[in-house]
């Protein structure tokens, strides 16, 4: 499943996920993250990990009332666009990826 996350919906990685106070049902979710560095559009399979800039881990924070709001009004399964709080942790710093298994 691939979900797009505007610029404005990031935050660094020490900033304070801020829950606006109409939310009362925040969630967090840990993801991999897949940063584009530039613009693409059309981009064949061949050639799609050269707009790859790197891989980090991601906080993924939902406002799950809006999301059901926005489920009911628009009988879909998915959320459509509203208004988004800044909850996602940015890239701190670029470094190579490392893989751990049980912390070792």
Known sequence: M???KTPTSVIGPEDTIIRPKEVQRLDAE??????IKD???NVS???ALNHVLGYTC?????ARDW???DRQENNSDWCEPSPQTPSRPWVPGLKPMQRRTNSI
């Open 2 to 4: 691939v979900f797009h």
């Open 30 to 35: 840990g993801e991999m993250v897949v940063v």
């Open 39 to 41: 613009t693409c559009k």
């Open 45 to 47: 399979k061949e050639d």
């Open 58 to 62: 991601g906080n993924d924070v939902s």
């Open 67 to 69: 999301q059901q709001r």
